[in-house]
């Protein structure tokens, strides 16, 4: 039997609160409500839990950023296609501490993770994960700026997908969180042949070659790549990561490259390769 729901309004007026502040709940991702028929219906389970699991001080909008489950609240709004909603979790996450790289690490890619599995399992039509995809280009697009740090550049870094990988998300977050570390980054997105490659470190002499690969299906098309490319650069490094080089034995198997497991492990790696490109 399908739970019962009521109307946004009807929440507020249960929850003893205006209806615009309820619909900010919505956008911040602490109600789950899905518009029908453009009226906002939250089901009675999701209303019941938000109640007795707030504080009056969380009902009224506040609530720490520690214990809120961002990442959970973006998967929600994600999944219903809700972009407004989704961009409310951003808004509610910042105000409350969170910085754009963890918005990036901690709060939007656990969501698409937990979709992409979802979608694997049959549990999601593969429309949810683009209309996903659509919503977080447009999130990318309003937090890059935020990225963008002023100074000497460190240099620059190549970054990008195999042919076949489509996942293009990942690398353009790479892209950011590197750019907020202090590097100009070439960005040649996902899908990208070894001769754009070639041609992106001819142009820009980089410091080093991010190569990304989520799907392990592409593994093939990264070992061809970096067999390609490896002989043509002048001592950087090809660095390659991502969730299907899931460890230093993938990561061996691709070629002469260095692992790089996580966000935090390329900024170290890179920062190595920097202070010897300084005391070379």
Not at 95 to 105: V, W
Not at 136 to 146: A, K, M, T
Not at 179 to 202: C, I, K, N, Q, Y
Request: aromatic share 6%.
């Amino acid at each position: 039997m399908p739970s019962e729901s009521v109307t946004l309004q009807q929440a507020a007026d249960e929850l003893g609160v205006h209806y615009m502040t309820a619909y900010r709940y919505v956008r911040h991702g602490q109600l789950t409500a899905t518009k029908r028929d453009g009226i906002w219906q939250v089901e009675r389970t999701d209303l019941d839990a938000f109640r007795s699991g707030s504080t009056p001080a969380a009902r009224r909008g506040a609530g720490r950023a520690v214990e809120a489950p961002w990442a959970d609240r973006m998967y929600a709004r994600l999944v219903v296609g809700d972009a407004n909603g989704a961009w409310g979790v951003v808004e509610g996450a910042m105000a409350a501490g969170a910085t754009p790289q963890k918005i990036y690490t901690e709060v939007v890619s656990p969501a698409l993770v937990t979709i992409g599995e979802r979608w694997a399992a049959g549990e999601l039509d593969i429309s949810v994960e683009h209309r996903a995809t659509g919503i977080v280009q447009r999130l990318i697009g309003r937090l890059g700026p935020q990225f963008v740090r002023r100074g000497r550049s460190r240099g620059t870094v190549v970054v990008g997908a195999p042919r076949g990988e489509t996942h293009s998300l990942v690398v353009s977050m790479l892209a950011d969180l590197l750019r907020a570390t202090g590097w100009d980054v070439s960005d040649l997105g996902a899908d990208t042949p070894a001769e754009s490659f070639f041609a992106a470190v001819t142009e820009v002499d980089p410091v080093a070659v991010v190569v990304s690969v989520t799907n392990v299906d592409n593994l093939p098309a990264a070992r061809e790549l970096c067999a390609q490319l490896g002989p043509a650069l002048n001592g950087q490094p090809l660095l390659v990561g991502g969730r299907a080089v899931d460890s230093a034995e993938v990561a061996a198997s691709i070629g002469d490259v260095r692992w790089v497991p996580d966000v935090d492990s390329l900024v170290g790696e890179l920062a190595v390769v920097a202070a010897g490109s300084r005391t070379a």
